[in-house]
């Protein structure tokens, strides 16, 4: 669940920003719930998918609180929810995988046990570039969302460390970048201009979420759209999606 579709307003006008990385090889995006990655960078996905990037998921919780319907069946929801979240993936081109770790939704804790999970998803998955959440978004209200994003900063700093969690017989793997969405002090843009159609449609696949998240589709769409404009408008672009960009990890 996200708590705005999109991101934030991108910082004043003027502050140096990088824009379009080389597409990599391996992709690694790392959401708290179903959804979320689809909000926070299916555009930047898409467009390298298209460039021949293995895009894989890892979803930290299991969404199981998308529901407005106090009576729903949440196993159900669950499962539901993960097809939903392989339909979307598979909207953006992905042909990596799509990891659940299956944490109760609105509980997820940046604790040892779930760090161990995210840095062996990263030694298994080796990604070239990790995207997740900006744990240190000011007002944030979302505890997953928080924690999901301080997960994909320890999980790295473990997975890139062979003295953490040598039991998983996994290599070490080290990322070169990290981008975190929904970011505080976004640095980095990418135009997503000819992904926006492929962005909509993976989101469109988390069709639970329309009662709670999207509400009616033609303004939800509306909505989407601007958001992409108002980044793209800061390096003229038609659609972009921000970051904050890490690349010294
Ligand atoms: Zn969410």
Redesign the pocket.
């Known amino acids: 669940?996200?708590d705005v579709p999109g991101q934030p307003a991108p910082a004043e006008a003027g502050a140096t920003v990088s824009r379009d990385l080389p597409a990599p090889g391996r992709a690694l995006a790392i959401?708290?719930?179903p959804?979320?990655v689809e909000f926070g960078c299916g555009g930047t996905l898409a467009k390298w998918a298209a460039a021949g990037c293995t895009i894989n998921h890892l979803i930290c919780t299991d969404g199981s609180k998308g529901s407005w319907d106090a009576k729903a069946d949440t196993a159900k929801l669950v499962a539901t929810r993960q097809d939903e979240q392989r339909a979307a993936a598979a909207a953006l081109g992905s042909t990596g995988e799509v990891v659940f770790l299956g944490w109760p939704d609105g509980e997820l804790e940046a604790g040892l046990r779930q760090r161990w999970e995210v840095a062996y998803w990263i030694r298994r998955l080796k990604p070239d570039i990790v995207l997740g959440h900006d744990p240190w978004r000011r007002y944030c209200l979302?505890p997953?969302?928080r924690n999901a994003g301080f997960l994909v900063c320890d999980g790295i700093v473990a997975a890139r460390d062979p003295h953490f969690f040598p039991e998983q017989g996994e290599a070490p793997h080290r990322p070169t970048t990290l981008l975190l969405w929904e970011a505080d002090e976004p640095d980095h843009v990418e135009d997503v201009t000819a992904f926006v159609g492929a962005k909509l449609a993976a989101l469109l696949a988390h069709t639970s979420q329309f009662e709670t998240t999207m509400g009616e589709l033609d303004q939800f769409e509306q909505r989407v759209r601007e958001r992409l404009a108002e980044h793209g408008a800061r390096i003229d672009v038609t659609a972009a999606e921000s970051f904050k960009k890490l690349d010294r990890l």
Request: a negative charge; aromatic letters at 0%; hydrophobic letters at 20%.
């Open positions: 669940m996200s959401g708290a719930h959804d979320d979302h997953d969302h």
